[in-house]
């Protein structure tokens, strides 16, 4: 079981340092998607439970306002020098996104 899992680790160390260029689009285009995806939920998420504004303003506002996250982090994805970085800055993004607002609304 360790194993496998330490196979699997290491088979996906060896995909992100490759320099294949058509792995490189894969994972460029997998941290668009998804990547951007969860950075746009976490960002809500933490917005709605830590702005102290009426409910309506923040359903009005959280309406609004991922078109623009999702595009920051499709423009990332493609304008990071490498796959790596870009993996880890939305990776960093969305946990310091997701952490409060986990935390905030475990205290509520």
């Known amino acids: 079981m ?3 899992i330490l196979n699997s680790i290491q088979q996906l ?3 992100f340092t490759a320099t294949d260029p ?3 689009i894969i994972l460029r285009i997998l941290a668009a998607v998804f990547g951007g995806y969860a950075l746009t939920n976490s960002t809500l998420a933490a917005l709605a439970v830590l702005l ?5 303003d923040i359903l009005f506002f ?3 306002l991922p078109p623009f996250i999702y595009l920051a982090a499709i423009l990332w994805s493609f304008g990071a020098p490498t796959v790596q970085r ?3 800055d939305l990776l960093t993004a969305i946990l310091c ?3 409060p607002a986990l935390i905030a609304a475990w205290l509520h």
């Not at 102290?52 to 309506?56: F, H, M, Y």
């Open 97 to 99: 996104c997701g952490v």
């Open 62 to 64: 959280s309406v609004l």
């Open 86 to 88: 870009a993996w880890r």
């Open 22 to 24: 058509t792995n490189q």
């Open 2 to 4: 360790n194993t496998t």
């Open 13 to 15: 160390k060896k995909t």
């Open 52 to 56: 102290p504004w009426p409910k309506v």
